[in-house]
């Protein structure tokens, strides 16, 4: 391999559109959105079939998603926008900073448990592999703090819209289990995202990052007290729900985007504006009703888009061949660490 010998060049064939000249660019209506709305209904109708395919099985639509290995990269980061927002219009800010002492204990050992394991079966990982990654790439680049941080996110991390979809399928949702697992998702999301927001950007940037911070800050406490107040006077102009258009509605979705947009401009990921707005639409049937209309466009249509990019990245094969899949298959006891928690705290 480290022969120049072994070396050859390979040559392809790539068509380029005129990128830097928008004169002499090709029809994009043409020629590209044809190409979009087929892989689109390619991606949807391979999902639904493969859902109703495993639903014997109760499996929610995640796992259909990522079994499919479809993607549209550019519109599944827009699905990820808006899954994250309607994160953001599920909770309730309110019943989180009030939360009773059980599922707040459950949330916070939820948490920290994986983390403190993601962290430490990385390093392990990193010992065990460092003479593999010295054939590929500097050992340091896998061994820096953002490295071991967003592992410990990962691990962390609930998802609570998905966990919402899945009680709802296993008609849990109204149990008394299936009210404190949602609570404790809702605490958990809420506790990822801030870590994320304002840890991550030091990381990157170190103390650089000290000036985005503070303009998020700033932010966030103008979508709490400038927009939330301005929304809530033109929400209730139209206390009903069918008093709204889809024109109308068009503006939630413009700001969603300005939002995200403008957190991405201050330096922080665009998911956490997308997160901001989303907590900063006034609660009640207004968000009711923004949730029942843009539900199957974003959950179902371009949530799905992001699931199978991931999907697509995935290989199951190769994982199994490697000689840290025991540290793969480690990762299951932390899951089972707050099983035991969480069934500790419920006495």
Not at 257 to 269: E, K, P, Q, W, Y
Request: charged share 15%; net charge positive; aromatic share 16%.
């Amino acid at each position: 391999m480290g022969n120049n010998d072994d070396c050859f060049p390979i040559c392809y064939n790539e068509t380029v559109n005129y990128p830097n000249s928008i004169w002499k660019s090709q029809d994009l209506l043409k020629n590209y959105l044809p190409i979009f709305i087929y892989e689109t209904i390619t991606v949807v109708f391979s999902s639904r079939l493969v859902y109703y395919l495993l639903r014997p099985l109760s499996q929610p639509h995640l796992v259909s998603d990522l079994l499919i290995l479809l993607a549209v990269s550019t519109i599944a980061q827009v699905g990820l926008i808006f899954y994250v927002f309607m994160a953001g219009l599920e909770m309730n800010l309110d019943f989180v900073l009030r939360a009773p002492k059980k599922p707040t204990i459950i949330a916070i050992c939820s948490t920290l448990i994986p983390m403190i394991l993601g962290t430490g079966i990385y390093s392990l990982v990193i010992i065990v592999d460092k003479k593999f990654l010295k054939n590929y790439v500097e050992t340091y680049e896998y061994n820096r703090p953002q490295c071991y941080f967003i592992w410990s996110m990962v691990l962390s991390i609930t998802g609570f819209p998905v966990l919402a979809n899945i009680l709802v399928d296993l008609k849990l949702l109204y149990t008394r289990l299936g009210k404190l697992a949602l609570t404790v998702a809702t605490h958990n999301d809420f506790y990822n995202w801030i870590m994320f927001a304002l840890v991550f950007p030091f990381l990157v940037n170190g103390y650089r990052a000290i000036f985005s911070m503070l303009c998020v800050i700033a932010f966030i406490l103008l979508s709490h007290f400038v927009l939330r107040p301005l929304l809530e006077k033109i929400v209730a102009k139209k206390p009903n729900k069918h008093d709204w258009t889809n024109y109308q509605l068009s503006f939630v979705i413009m700001g969603l985007f300005a939002s995200t947009g403008l957190t991405d401009i201050l330096g922080v990921n665009p998911l956490v504006g997308a997160l901001i707005y989303g907590l900063a639409i006034p609660r009640g049937s207004f968000t009711e009703m923004l949730m029942e209309r843009s539900d199957d466009f974003g959950s179902r249509y371009l949530a799905p888009l992001f699931f199978f990019s991931g999907g697509l990245s995935y290989s199951l094969l190769w994982y199994a061949f490697q000689r840290e899949f025991g540290f793969w298959v480690a990762y299951e006891h932390q899951r089972r660490l707050v099983t035991h928690s969480a069934q500790h705290c419920m006495g």
